[in-house]
């Protein structure tokens, strides 16, 4: 039975079952407005997927809880008319079985042993659309192929406390070299800028079509196509055990690679390639990794990626370079006091010597395994550097490595960071051209809308208002008792 004692929790449970992915927010959007003293009335959205999306108005009342009841118990009445909600106030989905009718039909019960519908066990399988603008686009030797490089800008406005970087230099991949870019026998419909959620903050990536085209030949074609390799396995370990990298089997086949600028034009960074797949060529899978030879420089410790030969040879750890501490040796006190210096440390952990005692140690943060960057990671509250950092020492939180003791990477810090953007950026890319795909076909179809973009037309650029959604989940949830104050609407 329908009451204002129910109502909110029956319009919660609503929201709850719609079908959503992981990045939907399903919960009631309230607007409370005070029209005048002691007099309140509340407007209710459902969820963008809910078959009644439009906003419900409430009937005026004398407070902000019974003015939510109000429009809740108008939205439960419409639910169940339209056959959203069966006649025990239930959420109807496609396998939904009533309650009231569950007695009588024990025939419609799913099979014995089989996962109840609504819990994690009962999964529901559907062919996933891809953009035919990204199918069978790999570059053919000796005929021209479009550049589509990645604009990737760190949005200054909003970016994390520094606090949560361990108060680390913001990463702007705007102001550093070398880019990446898509390599595609196909061009590029014009398409909106989208965030992406790095450590430094939200960064804003556009994808467009460089004004030349490039001809290569076979034999450059497979240099990039084994940099291509290179980045989605040894970089961001994509590539699985029962996975065989053979771009020409595959329909999704174009390439992504270092480019450079010059003069407005791209052109595909083939002393960058080189060096990197040669670099990647001493690397044995199940070996140690070949320690760095040659003596200390500044140079190339600066903005490297670097990894303990001492240590995990099937999985070696990657660390970026944070800082070059000059303050710091070998020889100097070890932050615990189970050992004198590093030297000792090492010596007795790990039985290595170290030889050169005057190069200074490093200051490193872990490269982060996180892949998915389409959603912002919150800080649980506001807490400041103090707090982080609390103990005998700031010392004491940070990570320091040997020089000599490390294998340095080909690819520098600032490429391996744009690099973890790729999967997220990748994603949202195809799922963006089958929306336009989909935009082409209703006006098409339909007659709604252009099929061709104007000249000089640019979509606006999204924003999901992340703080803005978290507060409205914060503050905004419809409480699930009845109020107490003012009468219970009819």
């Not at 329908?2 to 079952?17: E, G, H, T, V």
């Not at 912002?376 to 400041?384: C, E, L, V």
Request: a neutral charge.
């Amino acid at each position: 039975i329908l009451s204002p004692a129910n109502c909110l929790s029956i319009i919660n449970k609503y929201c709850s079952k719609l079908p959503s992915d992981n990045y939907t927010l399903l919960v009631p959007h309230w607007s409370i407005s005070e029209e005048r003293p002691g007099t309140f009335r509340a407007v209710l959205q459902l969820p963008i997927n809910s078959q009644n999306n439009s906003p419900f108005r409430g009937p005026p009342a004398p407070s902000v809880e019974a003015a939510k009841v109000a429009v809740a118990m108008a939205a439960c009445k419409r639910l169940h008319g339209d056959g959203e909600l069966s006649d025990s106030l239930a959420p109807v989905g496609k396998h939904f079985v009533d309650p009231l009718e569950e007695e009588e039909e024990p025939e419609e019960r799913e099979e014995w042993g089989a996962p109840r519908v609504g819990t994690h066990k009962k999964k529901r399988s559907y062919v996933k659309s891809r953009a035919s603008e990204l199918e069978n686009c790999q570059p053919r030797p000796d005929e021209p192929f479009y550049i589509h490089p990645l604009d990737m800008r760190l949005d200054s406005r909003k970016l994390n406390p520094p606090e949560l970087i361990k108060f680390r230099p913001y990463f702007y991949p705007q102001s550093v070299g070398p880019h990446l870019a898509l390599l595609s026998s196909k061009p590029l419909p014009r398409l909106p800028r989208f965030p992406v959620y790095s450590r430094s903050g939200e960064v804003s990536i556009g994808t467009g079509t460089a004004p030349n085209m490039l001809t290569l030949t076979a034999e450059k074609l497979a240099i990039i196509s084994r940099f291509h390799e290179i980045i989605f396995d040894e970089v961001l370990h994509l590539k699985r055990h029962s996975v065989v990298y053979k771009p020409d089997k595959s329909t999704f086949n174009f390439y992504v690679t270092a480019v450079e600028s010059l003069n407005g034009d791209y052109y595909v960074d083939f002393a960058l390639i080189r060096r990197v797949i040669k670099e990647f060529s001493r690397i044995q899978p199940g070996l140690p990794l070949p320690a760095n030879g040659s003596p200390y420089s500044r140079e190339r410790f600066a903005d490297a990626v670097v990894s303990p030969v001492y240590r995990q040879w099937d999985q070696p750890q990657r660390h970026y370079v944070g800082e070059i501490r000059e303050d710091l040796c070998p020889d100097s006190p070890f932050p615990c006091n189970d050992y004198d210096s590093y030297t000792q440390y090492y010596n007795l952990k790990y039985d290595v010597a170290i030889k050169d005692t005057d190069q200074p140690l490093i200051d490193v943060d872990y490269a982060t395994k996180r892949l998915n960057l389409l959603t912002p990671r919150f800080a649980k509250s506001r807490i400041d550097g103090e707090e982080i950092l609390r103990g005998n020492s700031a010392e004491e939180k940070k990570m320091f490595l040997v020089p000599e003791l490390c294998y340095v990477y080909p690819i520098s810090g600032s490429l391996w960071r744009k690099m973890t953007y790729l999967p997220s950026a990748l994603y949202r890319i195809n799922a963006l051209l089958v929306a336009d795909s989909l935009r082409v076909q209703i006006a098409r179809e339909v007659g709604v809308g252009e099929t061709s973009l104007p000249d000089g037309f640019e979509f606006e650029e999204f924003d999901f208002n992340w703080e803005k959604r978290v507060s409205s989940l914060r503050g905004n949830i419809c409480p699930t008792h009845p109020p107490t104050v003012g009468p219970s609407p009819a």
